[in-house]
C-alpha cells in the first residue's frame, strides 16, 4: 500500500539543495526506517524534474545491481539503465534515486564519478547508513551531502490535522512573552498529548487519521519496533544493542544522572559499550544527550561519551515501548495518557518529547549535572548553543514552578548564560528571570 502524502519540512531544504548544488553533490537523506524518505524522494523526483529513476536496492533485481559492476563507461552505463526502466533520462531534468543505498555499497561508492559526469542529479536514501560494516572496502564519496529527516514535528502534525495557524501564533506569544489563558494551555496540552501518543511516524499518523483509534495506532508502532529490533539483530547478534534501545524508557524513569549500560547487558569494555551506542545513535532509531564536562559554547570540546541519556526518536514510538509488557496498548490506557490521568510519573515522557522536539529543531543534544559542596545534585536537561551563550533548559511533568538547578546553574555561570527556560504543562510566564514555557513550545525555543 502506498504511504500516504504529508507535507514535510524537509522538502524545503532540497528544494534549497537543488538550487544551490545545481549537480554538484548528491543528496543523502539519513533517518530511521518507516520515517518517510522513500516517499519524500519519490515525490520531490515527481514535482520537480522532467523524469526519474528509482532503484530501490532493498528489492533490486540483479539486472540493477550488476549495473553498478562496471561504470568505466557511463554512456553505456545510462543507456543500459534506460533501458532497463524504460525511462528517458534527460540532462540537468532527471534525477536518478538510489533508494536504501546503504544495501548496495557499490552504488554508493558510484555516486563520485556520477555526480562528476554532471548529467542528472542523485538523491540517496538509507538507514543504518553509517554503520561500520556497511562501508567496508569502498570509498566514502565526499560529494555526498547529508539531510537528517527526523519523525514528524509537531508543527507538522498539526499540519496533518488541518491546522496551519496554531504554531506561527504560539511562535509570536513566545516572541512577545503573552501568555495565552489557563483555558486555552488546557486545550493546547490536550492537543499536544495526542501528539505525545501518536507520534510523527508517518504511518502511524496515517492510522490514526483513518481510524481515530489509538489500539490500531499502538499495533502500527509496535510493527515499526519490531523492524528497529531486526536491525538491530542484524548488525549485533548478541542483542546486547536491541536490549539497551528497549529499556530506554526504564531508564529514564529511574532519573538517573546517566544511562547504566551494565544493569541491562551486564560488565563489557568501555570500547565495546560505546561501540554499541554509537551503532543505536547512527541508526537515528534515537537521540543521544551527551554529558558536557564543560558547560561551554564549544560544547563538544568537553563531550564526556561514557556519560549520557538516551531517548527514543519519537515519543509516540517511546510510549508504546513504556507498555511492550503487554499484547497491546488498551485505549483505556491511552484515555487516561490523553487526559492526563493515568496514575504514574509521566516526566520520563516529557522528557523524551523535549529532546526529540530539541533535536527535530537541528540541535545536539547536551546535559549538564554537578554536585554542590553538600553533594546535593543538580541537573540541567538540555544545554542549548545561542550564539555566544548558553541557553540551560529544565523539564518538569506538571505546572511544579520551581526551578533550583536552573538558578544554580545560572548562578554558576553567569556570564556564560542567556535565556533560560523552565518546560512544563501550565501556562507562558516568566518567573525573574527564567521564562517557564508550555511543552507545546519546545520546539521554538
Known sequence: MAETLFKRKIYDKMLAWKKNSAG??????????????????????????????????AKAS???????????????FFTRLMLLEGVSLYERQSVIIFDEVQEHPKARQAIKYLVEDGRYDYIETGSLISIHRNVDNIVIPSEEEPVSMYPMDYEEFKWVLGDTATIPLLRQMLEKRQSLGDAVNRKLMRDYRLYMLVGGMPQAVDKYIKTHDLSAVDRVKRGIIRIYEQDFHKLDKTDKAKALFKAIPAELHKNASRFQTTTIIGKISSNTSRGLVEMIEDSKTVNVAYHADDPNVGMELSTNKSSFKMYVCDTGLFVTLAFWDKDFTENIIYQKLLNDKLDTNLGYVYENAVAQAIASSGNKLFYYTWLDKNNHLYEIDFLLSRGFKLC???VKSSGYSTHASLDEFCQKYSERVSNRYLIYTKDLRKDGNTLLIPIYMAGLI
Request: zero cysteines; proline letters at 4%; hydrophobic letters at 40%.
Open 24 to 57: 554538484g553533490t548528491a543528496l543523502l537523506i539519513e533517518g530511521p526506517r518507516r520515517v518517510g524518505k522513500s516517499t519524500i524522494a519519490r515525490t520531490f523526483a515527481e514535482e520537480e524534474y522532467r523524469s526519474h529513476v528509482i532503484i530501490d536496492f
Open 62 to 76: 540483479s539486472e540493477e545491481i550488476n549495473l553498478f559492476n562496471d561504470i568505466s563507461d557511463l554512456n553505456m
Open 392 to 394: 540551560p533548559v529544565e
